[in-house]
């Protein structure tokens, strides 16, 4: 999972410090910087952002005034600033996590787990929600000259080849010229999860799980370092509801 985030001060060093932070996180998807609040609201109202690290005093346009803006459709927000005060504030406004400045990374480090555990349940919450309800019991693919109807319980896992995939069910191999983002976001997730860059596997086929690695048969597939705690996540839940 990737969070889409912006950065916003109008100090330069404390934006170029924010984005240095930023680099060094592998889930952390930096978008944009502003330093003023003015063209991040801008940029808010015409792009998708999951998360803003958000300097509480600026001239025009502060943090504060900001989500204040935004209150009814913001994304998850960590603040920084260099004094306290506002700390109760920016909790009224349900701010993820509340930076003083200067800002360690092993700080905006915890403020980045706390993000993503968020959004990881929030994710695990609509996937339990979208298991309710109905879905189609075959997609279409593209193959050669033709398209090729596959039925969703028969596959077992997809493999990501650039812009090719191969599909694996219970009794063949199916080359596609779709790539593995276009089928992603043809399946029903669950039962499909994607655990790695290269593969989407589905989850009842799963006959074991390993520190990096799953089993599904005889095949053993890696679990990549971007989806490992989405995924682990899914299935503590998973077994917990059960």
């Not at 204040?68 to 004094?83: C, R």
């Not at 980045?112 to 929600?129: A, F, G, N, P």
């Not at 039925?151 to 997809?158: A, F, L, P, W």
Request: hydrophobic letters at 40%.
């Amino acid at each position: 999972m990737m969070i889409k985030c912006i950065a916003v001060d109008d100090e330069p060093l404390a934006l170029e410090k924010m984005e240095t932070y930023i680099s060094k996180v592998e889930y952390l998807e930096h978008i944009g910087s502003f330093g003023n609040g003015f063209d991040a609201l801008n940029f808010l109202r015409k792009e998708k952002v999951d998360l803003i690290f958000l300097d509480i005093q600026m001239d025009e346009l502060s943090g504060i005034q900001l989500l204040e803006v935004l209150q009814n459709n913001k994304p998850k927000v960590v603040l920084t600033t260099a004094y306290d005060q506002y700390a109760l504030k920016g909790y009224e406004l349900d701010v993820i996590d509340y930076l003083l400045k200067p800002i360690s990374f092993q700080r905006f480090l915890a403020a980045s787990e706390k993000v993503y555990d968020q959004i990881s349940k929030e994710q695990l919450r609509q996937y339990t929600k979208e298991t309710a309800a109905p879905a189609e019991d075959y997609i279409l693919v593209r193959a050669e000259y033709r398209l090729q109807k596959i039925k969703i319980n028969d596959i077992i896992y997809i493999e990501g080849m650039k812009d090719y995939s191969r599909i694996y069910t219970q009794d063949q191999k199916i080359m596609t010229l779709q790539n593995l983002k276009k089928i992603e976001e043809a399946l029903p997730t669950p039962p499909f999860m994607r655990i790695h860059k290269s593969y989407i596997i589905s989850l009842p086929k799963i006959d074991s799980i390993g520190k990096n690695d799953i089993t599904i048969g005889e095949q053993t597939i890696p679990i990549g370092g971007l989806y490992k705690k989405s995924f682990l996540a899914f299935i503590e839940q998973q077994q917990l509801l059960g």
